[in-house]
């Protein structure tokens, strides 16, 4: 029997708004058993962005990563945030692991080809090279990974990587070794139908139901490559994929908040 | 027969000056054995800070750190420099692990207490609480350590910490498992009797000699802590340590260049 690892993943806000942050800690850090955390920090890269006058650019909710803005995600993503929450949590009593996808080669990437659009120094992760090994031998000591969404090629050029893909690819890579609950946590209480009226959150999504929301217009935009990630997760041996609000996590995982597809 | 370990310690101008880097990392990456790096980066903080219209303030070669500089500091050390060295040394074909004095609570510190100076966020190492255990771990895996001098306290408040002493405290902490070389690179070639004149070097070094040129005036201001800290690592079982340019490491560690205390 596989033991149980919660990988959470959540957004920049859960650092930069105090009253989510400390209910969030408090709740990942009352999570039993294995758990690791992948973050995200969109909005504080902006704000570095803003002050230093590098104009940023987003293509479908992915940022266009000039060598200037590669800086500012890698100080933000990989060092303000990274080590904030590290530290947050260790004074909480755990033993927490700030790494990027390029240390210990955890994920490693290669440069996302120019199409139709040049996303610069965009990152395609490499799922077959992630080094779940050494994943594995720091879970097995109780240690928590927190992962950063930036990585590298193997010429060592820093790379910008979705948060969102980070967490599915661990997600998939530890799945032969652990029942996986991945967590998905944005800024909405779950999948709603309408997007304006929080009441309309579905407590249980499965794709049958998800085929005909789509077709119908009331799941759209951002929401659809979120769940199409997250079903493909389940697809390759991922337990169970939970979607709400960081600062419901105590109740998200008991699936009395959010929404849990199945 | 205690196995070699090299604890080499750098400053920010090797990730800042390519020529420097390339020289370096290249003989790095050849030296045999078990290896770990210790980073600072004060210069690229201090251009970081100015873009940003942060005011710096030294005092004895120590950065008074404001909660702004704080921040700016952790993003430069843990972020930018610390990522960019584990992406750079991987491409050479090793396994390098980026790492803060917080992550695994690897280095705890506390808050420098305030005295005839407020330092700010600036932190002590609490030297018999570092996580040897951890580090020979990721050692013994043949992983390569790269270490940015940002802790924390048990709080979870972000500490800025001096470099030199961090290479230190890790050196005497491993000396018990390991045959330490410590190597501290800066800007000269070495302890000069003279700092204009290069061709002063001292080849070998030896406490006597130390305290005569020391009360003579010829070495003197910041070399004086640094030599007063190596000394100490050696009275506290470190085996060997060195003092010279980064990008002379293959000649420094063969006593070829540089200055080897005795």
Chains 1, 2 share one sequence.
Not at 149 to 168: C, E, F, H, K, V
Request: proline share 3%; net charge neutral; with cysteine.
């Amino acid at each position: 029997m596989k033991e149980n690892l919660y990988l959470i993943k959540i957004g920049g806000n859960v650092v930069d708004r105090e009253s989510i942050q400390q209910t969030f800690l408090h709740d990942f850090a009352a999570l039993p058993g294995h758990k690791m955390l992948v973050h995200g920090g969109g909005k504080l890269a902006d704000a570095l962005a803003h002050q230093l006058g590098i104009p940023q650019q987003m293509v479908d909710g992915r940022r266009i990563t000039d060598a200037d803005t590669l800086r500012v995600v890698t100080m933000v993503y990989a060092g303000w945030i990274n080590k904030s929450l590290v530290a947050a949590l260790n004074a909480r009593g755990m033993l927490t692991l700030g790494l990027s996808g390029t240390d210990a080669q955890l994920i490693p990437a290669v440069k996302r080809p120019v199409g139709a659009i040049d996303y610069g120094f965009v990152g395609n992760v490499l799922e077959e090279a992630v080094n779940t090994d050494f994943l594995v031998r720091i879970l097995e000591q109780h240690i928590v990974p927190v992962i950063a969404p930036i990585s590298a090629d193997a010429s060592g050029q820093l790379l910008n990587i979705n948060a969102d893909t980070i967490a599915r690819t661990l997600a998939i890579a530890l799945a032969g070794q652990y029942r996986v609950q991945l967590v998905y946590c944005f800024d909405q209480p779950g999948v709603l139908t309408d997007v304006s009226r929080p009441e309309t959150r579905i407590a249980r999504l499965d794709r049958a139901q998800y085929g005909q929301l789509r077709a119908g217009g009331s799941i759209h935009s951002g929401m659809i490559p979120k769940l199409d990630n997250a079903f493909g997760a389940m697809d390759r041996g991922v337990d169970r994929v939970l979607l709400g609000r960081a600062e419901e996590l105590a109740t998200l995982i008991v699936g009395a908040a959010g929404t849990t597809l199945c």
